[in-house]
């Protein structure tokens, strides 16, 4: 503040006094005030309002007094005064009109004075650093006068200052006078002897006073500056400048200096400039020094590279053309290329920096990376080639000139002489090819197509592979990045290139070569020439020397070649014009002559076109400007007419112009902008009224797209404007100015109608994409008055895009016309011929013009009257589709030579493992469940398929003929199909995999698509129907094949039938898929694949068989007959199954396969030895079928049943070996569906199931079952079969019988050997029935957790509580409310008559299945027609399930089956024991036979009782014989097998004995009634004392008791029963005391078991002693005791007797007594009694054997005549005349096939 107050009083002072002291210390204080606004060493910019605020405007008087003192002051006031007007500029104010006149005269001649004086004699050191410092200040002051608003210093740092900008400035800056040109020039002669701050300076301010004004610029361009900064820049030829900014600013100075006289144009300055350009390329181009060293090198090099990258800076600027023009006239051209060529002396004499010879390593070093670059060898060639590129941009008339006058192949020479390119250099020839960074995302368009030619012919002779990929990479990225590039190329001959590169045999990499063959597909989808094709086709030399030999090579290129003629002609979306004008050039267009006279009352229009999107990269400012691209326009001499254009995002604009207004209707949702071929039509159609109403109609591809109102104009003008796709007459003026890329449609400008019509709501969907049929929209209208159509949509220009065919109608058209005007295609050479259906629109053309109807740029008008013909402005671009030049080198048959050698591809070319699982699925190539799989085909890529050649070949083919009827039939003529069959039979099978086979379906789906019905089925007979292509690949392969083919099958079933029928099935399934192929499938692929030819078959036969069809089972049958593979024949056999449940035909099919010579084809399959388990199993269900048909014929009916023979002689037949489930099956199921049953047939099924394991044999005994449960009646029948005994028992083996050991009907056999382990249940068969159970662990102890529960019922609650003995009710199920179970019903049948007891509790006591099937517990048996449900015990392991089931059977049809209760008839029964004697003593049962002997008894127990209680009295003598001999045989089981087994005493059998005699009464006739009687009663007293003598207490308890009731009633008093049962009691009574006296010795010891022995033999006693004393008291007499045991203890009502008696069993006289009275009687008795009984069961037992044995051979012998009269009714040689009809059947086949 106080500094502030201090200089306004020495103004004061001074303006008061005039007194120069005082300015003189104002002008001190002034300058210290701002000295720091003052930067002398900085060039940067600074804002002018910074301390222009606080500047003070100085009045001019003062500024004259001051400017005159810079004459007269010394160095230091000239400083001062210097800085005072620094300062003072900085206000802007003070520089205005006047005031720079007065400083800049003066100023400037002091600069003058301080540069003359520094060049002078060197002077004094401190006076030379004053004078620099006063010169340099008066430089910056001079800067501020000439550029006040620092636009230099602002351009310099990287802003931009646009021109809007600068017409904001309010201060000029001062004039310029004309002695500063020269003083500048004068200044820069002898330069050198200026320091070199001064000099720098100098040029920086030649360079304000350029940029701050146009008028001051023009002043000081002269030719004297111009010399004065060339000299400063070819001094750097010399050597390094002191200073590294001096040179480029001196360029930049020169650039200025062009842009200033490039500018000018009052004077215009042309000539000046071109001297300029031709000194600066003197400059440029100067020879190189000799002799000069490695530093001035350096300098060289990098001066000229500056001078080059100076030249791009000279043309940025506005009105480029004609200053390209200037450029060219002063043979620019021939200065760069002489340049490259001087350069080449140069390097080839220069030896690389020393230590630095490696460009890398150099980069690694220098922080500087571009200075690396612009010293490196190939440098100035980099920076000529980025000139030239300038030099050409955008200039199509430059492009002529250098091709005319250079030409690129010398370009090309000169730079191969150059030395070996690099990478910067062939990226700069790209950029060439561009015209600006070839490296954005996306690539631009090429815009100069001949710098690719040279790339592409250079590729080869690159010395690197990195290179040579490199480059085969970029021209890829560039000349396939859209289709304006790929039109450009092709044009230009880049096809032939490549052809020509591609030759060149091993130079080229593989990478390489596959991404030109890539460019090469992409170009070639565009246009190819014949000559071209030919080449392509043609084998490139060098082939021989590759890797792999001369046959992989070839198949390698002929692989490459495939995959690019495919790409050519695969084609997708609408198709394209082959013949188009180019209208992309802003000038291009076609002019139609004036139309004087409209000949109709309407308009259309309709024409194809293709626009393509613009550009949205990002692109820097300026923008393009707003333009409308004309579609057409028809304008009056008025102004009125109408016209179409397109906006720049692609939007269709629909106009018309009156003398008022200019009205557009735009349609914003439908977008023409994607690079593809559109029909466009435009209708408009006047009103027929006065005052109607106007329509327009826009159709896009034959729909109407949208409708509006819109004025039509009037027509009765002549049109003087008419243009199509052109900007029109009216384009006067040419706007140039930087080269700008198009701008992205994001950037374009927003049109005001283009937003959305203000008549439709915001929430209208118009976004609904470019698709062929859009919404229809009723559009709206935008006016704006007429002439300012270009402000609001833009000038206009070409339509930038390519046209086709266009054609102007004077009538409105209707859509049908128009719809199919849009079918015939863009390339339709003659719509309106008169032979065709638009013929009559002829009449209605105004003009039509083709593209095939233009030669030297005139339209010929193709309409009727021929009187428009146009002039087009352009290019005429005519294209060949790969799929028409084909026919010009020899049709489709030119291409089969290359499937020839691709069939030699090499074998690393097989897909690995992870593609096949890729294309089919991890289901097909794990192996697994692949039966019921459908292949995806169709679902892999075109890319993925053609990794295989062949497969590669086939969607060649499909994409040749897709859309071409020509090739099609060119196909078929050549014989195409058969040649491609034969050829694909020369491919090794691993290449015939997955992908092959996709193509092929794709091929065959194409052409089927295209209705060629002739070729269709020749590709279906040679590729489809041909096995002998597919049979020798991968599973999946295979099969995939067969889907494809059934499903073309099931789509022409009835063409297909004849020749492709079921007998060309079954022969290929023979011939090609049995186990005896060369590569034979596994045994599940297999099995699926004949499953799906099957499946084939089967369409046949079951959709289309007629009752005149039914010989074709004939083939079927030869076919079973014939095959060896017994999967086929399943598979055949299924399909006989199929026709007789479904068909229409299925009476007449039965009645085919019974007549003589076809029931035998299936009975031999029947006894086929080894076949699968299947096999029979679907004979048999065939005739189970044929079974189940009740309409046969009688005749018919009696071969099925095979009566002479029967089921016994086709059993007798079979082979022997393990037996399946379902042979069993399916023979019980023949059996049960016989009119009338024949048990002997039953048998020869079960006999025949004793080979099978023990899962059939359970099933086969829950067969019986069920019958015996539903047929009572069977079991007497069966009975009466020999050998049944024998045969039903054997099921209880655990092994099953092998065809070795002996058959079951020789029961007499030695000692076998050691018995096989059992089979563990848990084991199930290969294929288990449906019935099967599954089974569990077996329990080692027979009976220790058996559970005998019933096989058909729930489980019982295993803890039951065992009800009391004698009780009548049943224990219930699973608590203790006594109720039964859930699944046991009362009052259900059984197959056993008679109560049903309760269930036992587990253990030996339970072991009779009697005891489990309780009452109520079997529910009614559910059997269907085919199978039986088994509904057993889960519990329950196999083994017990067959014993209990079989047990039950025996037991039905032993007691029930066999009539009688003679002996004959127990003699029957008896052999079912002895068969299980000699069971267990040669093979092991599922129990032991004792075990189920036991069983048997107690069930005849229990039912002989009941029998009894039920009888009638006339029949209780037979059963009294009947239970005499039960007894008998139970006797003598107990005391013969149950001696030494105390399990087979059972409590039910004790029971059952005791019931039984007492129902008959038979104890009171033990001694003195009926023989009969007697016997009983004897045989139940010795089985009462055996039971008291066993060790169970619950047994011996329930005998003591019924022993002491006997004693009181029933024992008579003889003396020979009473010793009999005096010996047995004193026996055990004897054990127990010896037991007691023993333990009592050893009690002392205090053993707790001791104790406990003694206990139970005390109680022992206590049951035994009271026995005794009883029997002492009845039998006293008898006995003799009053003499024989005179000390006997009182008997009778003694306290002590239990305690004397035991004391006197150990006296002598009781012991006298037993051994001379008691056991001599004892012994006789049972001498006379029971020994009587063993000699009748030992009589009985031999002749149960000797009947065994004879029912056994009886059995074989009527095994042996059924199996006789078998082969009598189906006589042997048939078999061997089927064998001889199967070799005829295979011939017939091989022809076929």
């Excluded at 005064?81 to 720079?100: D, P, S, T, V």
């Excluded at 209705?1011 to 020749?1018: A, E, M, V």
């Excluded at 076809?1158 to 006894?1167: D, G, K, P, R, Y």
């Amino acid at each position: 503040m106080a500094a502030s107050e201090r200089l306004y009083e020495l103004w004061l002072l001074y303006y008061a006094q005039k007194d120069l002291g005082y300015l003189q210390q104002w002008l001190k204080a002034f300058v210290g005030a701002f000295k720091k606004s003052i930067s002398l060493s900085s060039l940067e910019p600074r804002r002018p309002e910074e301390a222009g605020a606080e500047v003070p405007l100085l009045p001019l008087d003062e500024l004259h007094v001051l400017a005159e003192q810079l004459h007269q002051a010394d160095l230091e006031q000239a400083l001062l005064l210097l800085k005072l007007f620094i300062i003072l500029c900085r206000n802007l104010e003070n520089i205005e009109a006047g005031r720079g006149q007065v400083l800049v005269p003066r100023v400037l001649a002091l600069l003058t004075k301080l540069v003359a004086e520094l060049k002078g004699c060197p002077p004094p050191q401190g006076r030379g650093t004053q004078l620099e410092n006063v010169a340099l200040h008066a430089l910056l002051l001079c800067e501020g006068l000439f550029d006040p608003y620092q636009t230099w210093r602002r351009q310099r740092s990287g802003e931009v200052i646009s021109s809007k900008e600068k017409s904001k400035y309010k201060f000029p800056p001062a004039a310029l006078p004309q002695e500063f040109s020269a003083f500048f020039q004068e200044s820069l002669q002898n330069a050198d002897h200026l320091p070199p701050i001064l000099l720098l300076r100098l040029i920086h301010l030649f360079c304000a006073v350029l940029a701050g004004g146009k008028e001051n610029g023009q002043m000081a361009v002269s030719d004297g500056s111009v010399k004065g900064l060339l000299s400063v820049v070819r001094g750097w030829s010399r050597g390094p400048a002191p200073d590294p900014c001096l040179v480029p600013l001196a360029l930049e100075a020169l650039v200025g200096a062009v842009h200033v006289l490039h500018a000018s144009r009052a004077p215009p300055r042309g000539p000046e400039l071109r001297a300029l350009l031709e000194s600066y390329f003197h400059v440029l181009n100067a020879d190189w020094p000799a002799g000069l060293s490695s530093g001035p090198e350096e300098a060289l090099v990098t001066l000229r590279v500056s001078m080059l990258d100076a030249i791009p800076m000279m043309l940025a600027c506005e009105d480029r053309p004609v200053l390209q023009a200037t450029f060219l006239s002063n043979n620019c051209f021939e200065h760069l290329t002489r340049l490259i060529q001087n350069s080449k002396l140069y390097l080839q004499s220069r030896a690389p920096p020393e230590g630095d010879s490696d460009l890398a390593t150099r980069l690694l070093t220098e922080p500087d990376v571009q200075k690396v670059l612009d010293q490196d060898t190939d440098a100035i060639a980099v920076h000529v080639v980025r000139v030239l590129t300038c030099i050409m941009s955008d200039s199509p008339s430059a492009k002529e000139v250098f091709k005319e006058r250079i030409g690129y192949p010398h370009l090309q020479e000169v730079l191969q002489s150059h030395g070996p390119p690099t990478h910067r250099l062939l990226q700069e020839l790209l950029n060439m090819a561009v015209e600006g960074d070839h490296s954005m995302c996306p690539p631009p368009p090429i815009r100069n197509e001949q710098p690719v030619l040279v790339l592409a012919q250079w590729l080869p002779s690159l010395p690197t592979a990195e290179l040579r990929l490199f480059l085969a990479q970029r021209l890829r990225w560039l000349c396939d990045s859209c289709p304006a590039s790929r039109a450009t190329c092709v044009q230009a001959g880049l096809v032939g290139c490549l052809l020509e590169t591609l030759s060149t045999g091993l130079a080229l990499e593989a990478r390489c070569q596959e991404q030109l063959l890539a460019l090469l597909q992409a170009l070639g989808r565009v246009s190819i020439r014949p000559m071209e094709l030919r080449h392509l086709l043609r084998p490139r030399p060098g082939l021989d020397s590759e890797p792999g030999g001369a046959e992989a090579g070839k198949a390698r290129h002929a692989g490459a070649v495939i995959r690019t003629l495919s790409g050519m002609a695969r084609h997708q979306g609408p198709a394209r014009a082959l013949r188009y004008f180019d209208l992309t050039p802003s000038m291009a267009g076609i002019m139609v002559p004036p139309v004087q006279r409209w000949p109709g009352p309407g308009f259309t229009f309709h024409a194809w076109l293709c626009l393509h999107p613009m550009d949205t990269a990002p692109t820097p400012a300026p923008t393009r400007p707003l333009q409308r691209k004309q579609l057409y326009s028809f304008f009056t001499s008025s102004g009125s007419g109408f016209e179409a254009f397109f906006t720049a995002a692609g939007t269709l604009v629909v106009a018309v112009c009156t003398r008022k207004e200019y009205l557009t209707m735009s349609l914003p949702e439908v977008s023409f902008a994607d690079s593809a071929w559109h029909c466009v039509a435009i209708v408009h159609v006047p009103g027929r009224r006065p005052f109607s109403q106007n329509l327009v109609h826009v159709y896009k591809d034959g729909h109407l797209v949208k409708t509006a109102p819109l004025r039509c104009p009037s027509l009765s003008e002549p049109f003087s404007s008419c243009c199509i796709g052109s900007a029109g007459y009216r384009t006067t003026t040419t706007t140039t100015g930087l080269p700008t890329p198009p701008v992205p449609a994001t950037l374009a400008y927003t049109h005001p109608a283009l937003t959305r019509s203000q008549s439709v709501p915001a929430s209208t969907g118009l976004g609904w994409g470019s698709g062929l049929v859009a919404p229809l929209q009723e559009g709206s209208i935008d006016s704006t008055l007429a002439g300012t159509q270009d402000t609001r949509w833009g000038s206009p220009t070409s339509l930038e895009g390519e046209l086709g065919a266009v054609a102007i109608f004077h009538e409105a058209l209707q859509a049908t016309a128009l719809r199919t005007l849009c079918t015939l295609g863009p390339n339709e050479t003659a719509p309106f011929k008169p032979e065709g259906e638009l013929h009559e629109l002829s009449t209605r053309l105004l003009l039509h013009y083709s593209p095939q109807a233009c030669k030297n740029n005139i339209c010929l008008d193709l309409s009727p009257s021929h009187g428009l013909d146009g002039r087009l402005t352009g290019h005429r671009v005519e294209t060949w589709d790969v799929k028409d030049v084909v026919n010009c080198v020899g049709g489709m048959g030119a291409l089969l030579p290359l499937l020839e050698r691709v069939a030699a591809q090499p074998k690393e070319a097989e897909a690995g493992p992870a593609e096949t699982h890729d294309l089919v699925g991890p289901e097909l190539t794990s192996g697994h469940n692949t039966q019921g799989l459908v292949l995806p085909l169709g679902k892999s890529s075109e890319e993925r398929m053609e990794r295989n050649a062949v497969a590669a070949f086939l969607l060649m083919l499909r994409n040749f003929l897709q859309g071409h009827m020509v090739n099609q039939e060119s196909l078929v003529q050549c014989q195409g199909p058969a040649i491609i069959g034969a050829l694909l039979r020369k491919v090794p099978s691993w290449a015939m995999d997955m992908n092959v086979l996709m193509s092929a379906q794709l091929l065959m789906e194409q052409v089927a698509a295209e209705g060629s019905g002739p070729l269709l089925y020749l590709l279906y007979q040679h590729l489809l129907f041909n096995f002998h292509l597919w049979t020798l690949s991968d599973f999946a392969v295979r099969l995939g094949h067969i889907q494809y083919m059934s499903s073309i099958v099931r789509e022409h079933r009835q063409k297909l039938r004849k020749k492709y029928g079921v007998q060309f099935i079954l022969d290929a399934l023979r011939t090609h898929y049995s186990p005896q192929r060369e590569r034979p499938l596994a045994a599940d692929d297999l099995r699926t694949v004949q499953t799906s030819l099957l499946g084939l078959a089967r369409e046949f036969l079951v959709r289309s068989l007629s009752a005149d069809d039914v010989q074709v089972t004939q083939t079927m049958l030869s076919f079973l007959a014939a095959t060896g593979d017994d999967g086929q024949a399943v598979g055949a056999l299924d399909l006989l199954l199929a026709l007789l449940h479904g068909s229409l035909v299925q009476e007449s099919l039965a009645v085919f396969l019974l007549e003589p010579g076809n029931l035998e084809v299936l009975l031999a399959l029947l006894v086929r030895p080894g076949s699968l388990p299947l096999l029979p199993d679907r004979v048999c269900k065939i005739l189970r079928r044929l079974q189940q048909n009740e309409r046969l014929p009688e005749r018919s009916r009696q071969r099925l049943r095979l009566r002479e023979c029967g089921l016994q002689g086709l059993v007798a037949c079979l082979p022997e070996g393990t037996v399946s489930p379902q042979l069993c099956q399916g023979l019980y199921k023949l059996f049960l569906g016989a009119d009338c049953l024949n048990l002997s047939d039953l048998l020869a099924v079960v006999q025949l199931s004793l080979q099978a394991d023990l899962s059939v044999r359970l099933d086969i005994c829950r067969q019986l079952f069920h019958l015996i449960y539903g047929q009572p009646d069977v079991v007497r029948l069966l009975a009466r079969q020999a050998g049944w005994q024998d045969v039903l028992t054997r099921l209880y083996v655990l092994e099953a019988a092998t065809a070795g050991s002996p058959p079951p009907s020789s029961p007499e056999s030695p000692t076998s050997p050691k018995p096989a382990p059992p089979k563990p249940p848990t084991e199930s068969p290969a294929e288990p029935s449906d019935v099967f159970l599954p089974s569990e662990a077996p329990c080692p102890d027979p009976d220790g957790f058996y559970h005998a529960l019933s096989p058909f019922c729930t489980p019982f609650d295993l803890g039951l509580e065992r009800s009391s003995v004698g009780s009548g009710n049943t224990a219930g199920g699973g608590g203790s409310s006594g109720t039964l179970t859930p699944a046991s019903q009362p009052g259900t049948p059984s197959p056993l008559d008679g109560p049903r007891p309760f269930p036992a509790a587990p253990g030996r006591h339970s072991s009779s299945l009697s005891n489990v099937l309780e009452d109520g517990s079997l529910p009614e048996p559910t059997i269907s027609g085919d199978d039986t449900s088994n509904t057993s015990n889960p519990q329950q392991t196999s083994e017990e399930e067959l014993c209990n089931l079989l047990t039950n059977v025996l037991f039905s049809v032993t007691w029930r089956g066999v009539e009688g209760s003679d002996e004959a008839a127990w003699r029957e029964r008896g052999q079912v024991f002895s068969v299980l004697t000699q069971l267990g003593a040669s093979a092991t049962l599922v129990r032991p036979p004792d075990c189920i002997k036991r069983s048997l008894l107690e069930m005849m127990l229990e039912s002989a009782l009941t029998d009894i209680k039920e009888a009638p009295v006339g029949v209780l003598a037979s059963l009294t014989q009947q239970a005499l001999w039960l007894l008998r045989l139970l006797q003598d089981f107990l005391c013969a097998e149950g001696h030494g087994n105390q399990e087979l005493w059972s409590e039910k059998l004790f029971e059952g004995v005791c019931s039984l005699l007492d129902r008959l009464g038979a104890w009171p006739h033990l001694a003195n009634g009926t023989a009969d009687l007697r016997e009983m009663a004897q045989i139940g007293l010795r089985l009462v004392l055996g039971y008291i003598l066993l060790e169970d207490p619950q047994l011996h308890a329930q005998a003591y008791v019924r022993l002491h009731m006997l004693l009181q009633t029933a024992v008579p008093a003889r003396r020979e029963e009473a010793c009999y049962v005096l010996s047995k009691l004193e026996a055990a009574l004897g054990r127990v005391l010896n037991t007691s006296s023993l333990e009592s010795a050893t009690d002392e010891a205090g053993s707790p078991l001791a104790a406990a022995a003694a206990a139970a033999a005390a109680e022992r006693c206590s049951w035994l002693v009271p026995l005794v004393r009883t029997l002492l008291d009845r039998a006293y007499e008898p006995l003799g005791l009053q003499w024989g045991l005179p000390s006997l203890p009182p008997t009778n009502g003694s306290p002590t007797f239990f305690e004397d008696f035991q004391a006197f069993c150990a006296t002598p006289e009781w012991r006298h007594f037993i051994d001379k009275q008691v056991q001599p009687t004892m012994s006789q008795f049972e001498m006379d009694t029971y020994a009587k009984s063993h000699d009748l069961m030992s009589g009985f037992w031999n002749a149960c054997y000797d009947m065994l044995m004879s029912s056994g051979q009886r059995r074989q012998w009527e095994r042996a005549q059924s199996r006789r009269a078998f082969q009598v009714c189906h006589p042997g040689s048939w078999c061997w005349n089927l064998r001889r009809g199967g070799r005829a059947w295979r011939g017939y086949a091989t022809r076929q096939c």
